[in-house]
């Protein structure tokens, strides 16, 4: 199975999946929400362009990239893990881009929103209280584990990457260094 794709082919195409994805990074970061104002016309515009340059086969690679992109972020919405927003930004850049592009963009967003929400993560912490508590669990530990894991109480935050904005770096990563993604790993 081919999954090679060169975005340099498609100017318009992904000229209009980097103002798409850029657009919703900065509504994403600014309010906390990607509009429909933006993913709807993205997702039509998409469609068009694949109608125009690949006739049905490419309104059938459209469709398949924005399930490929999508599916996997309605499973996200469903649990609660992401907003309606990042599903519809992801099926519009698949449909934007079609099935092979489609899939490296969304693998190299998700890297790049694993380590956003590392980064987050390592940010927030209070290491002193980590120190504290590591070292409460190792002096339990020869009591049982149970007794010393009752020391690992976590806290009860809500921390959220806004992935608009991992979604644009995550394309711009496909775009720039195309040698360097996540099916250019495994080709």
Known sequence: ????????????????????????????????????????PCLLTGFMLAAISGGLAGIGLAFAGLLASGLIFIIAFAAGSCGGGDVKL??????????????????ASLMVGGMIAVFSMARRVQWNVL??????????????????????????????????????????????????TPLALVR
């Open 131 to 180: 120190a504290r508590t590591v070292g409460l669990f190792a002096l339990l530990l020869p009591a049982g584990f149970r007794d010393a894991a009752s020391v690992l109480k976590p806290r009860e935050t809500h921390h959220s990457v806004r992935f608009g904005v991992a979604a644009a770096l995550g394309l711009l990563w496909c775009l720039f260094i195309p040698d360097f």
């Open 90 to 107: 992801m099926a519009a850049l698949g449909a934007i881009l079609g099935l092979w592009p489609a899939i490296d963009v969304t693998l």
């Open 1 to 40: 199975m081919d999954m090679t794709y060169d975005l340099t082919q498609m100017p318009a195409a992904a000229a209009l999946a980097v103002a798409c994805a850029t657009t919703a990074a900065v509504l994403d970061h600014r309010h906390g929400h990607i509009p429909n104002a933006v993913t709807y």
